[in-house]
């Protein structure tokens, strides 16, 4: 009686057991997991500081650039990751080879924040620019080649390939000068400057990065068209500049928002009032041009569905 019961255990077991051997043929599947990256920016603003202030019935401030000032920063950022994949498997004794595409959602990828002690200029006592750069991931994907080694319903791969991102770049400089006394010119007496700003100049730009990815998994197959596995992979987006428009006195602010304070000068030195980011001509720091480079440590729980 045993010996009839094991044998019908067997028997439904065994197609099972060979279905589940037989990793040949398309897959769609749906990962989630978590992400640490690291973002790196850099560049140089052009600072444009108070040099002359005109007569009433003029255009009130004159502003030239003073500096430029460079600044590099790196950021880590760790968090959640979603997305899919699909792709097909050859099998070849106990040897797979295959190919794969994959897609992931938006997540933020990192923020920088430097803070620049500025020169002081015959009208401007000395001040501090704050360049804050800030990046996002809209969506990523990778399309890279597989080959690994299956036992039975257990199976391991390597994978590499290319990969690209599409981010969001939001970039913000705050130009603040308290009051003082300027530099003396001259041999004049500094002359006493009210405190200016702070002037933010504020821009946001999306670009494309592409680079590379490599990674190890493994996978179980819990029925014969239905597997769980981990992915780990390590991205190298590359490098890229982002131009987030560079805004001169007396122009239009491609791509900016500019914002501020205002300036109140005393009687006599000034033509009175005057609101930052409104005047033709103002005091401020310009983000211009920052490269940026994005690598990301991934980690996914995958559930694949085989055709």
């Known amino acids: 009686m045993q010996i009839r019961w094991l044998a019908a255990v067997l028997a439904l077991t065994m197609p099972t057991m060979a279905g589940a051997q037989n990793w040949s043929g398309f897959y769609l599947g749906a990962d989630v997991g978590v992400s640490s990256g690291k973002l790196h920016a850099g ?6 500081q108070l040099t002359n202030i005109n007569p009433p019935g ?15 920063a790196s950021d880590h950022r760790t968090g959640f990751v979603y997305g ?3 792709g097909f498997l050859i099998q070849t004794g106990n040897w797979l080879f295959g190919l794969e595409g994959d897609g992931h959602g938006p997540r933020n990828s990192g923020a920088v924040s430097v803070a620049v002690a500025k020169p002081a200029t015959s009208l401007e006592p000395p001040g501090t620019v704050t360049i804050n750069r800030d990046a996002r991931i809209s969506w990523d994907w990778s399309a890279r080649g597989r080959i690994g080694y299956s ?6 791969y390597a994978a590499g390939g290319v990969a690209g991102a599409r981010i969001r770049l939001r970039g913000a400089d705050t130009y603040l000068v308290p009051a003082g006394n300027a530099a003396p010119s001259a ?12 002037v933010v100049i504020a821009s946001s730009q999306r670009g494309t990065l592409t680079g590379w990815t490599a990674g190890v998994g493994g996978e179980h197959q819990v029925a014969s068209h239905v597997s769980i596995g981990l992915d780990a992979r390590y991205s190298d987006y590359g490098k890229h500049n982002v131009d987030l428009g560079t805004c001169i006195p007396n122009t239009a602010c491609p791509n900016a928002t ?5 300036i109140t000068f005393p009687a006599g030195t000034s ?11 103002y005091p401020g720091a310009s983000p211009g041009v920052t490269r940026i480079s994005l690598n990301e440590w991934r980690l996914s729980a995958r559930l694949i569905f085989r055709f």
């Open 84 to 86: 899919g994949t699909a």
């Open 271 to 281: 033509p009175g009032s005057i609101s930052l980011g409104t005047s033709d001509a």
């Open 258 to 262: 500019v914002s501020g304070g205002t």
């Open 151 to 156: 036992w039975g319903p257990s199976m391991i």
């Open 58 to 72: 003029s255009q009130p401030l004159t502003v030239v650039p003073g500096t430029t000032i460079a600044y590099s």
């Open 187 to 198: 041999g004049n007496a500094p002359f006493a400057t009210p405190t200016i700003g702070p």
């Open 43 to 48: 560049g140089a603003d052009s600072v444009f």
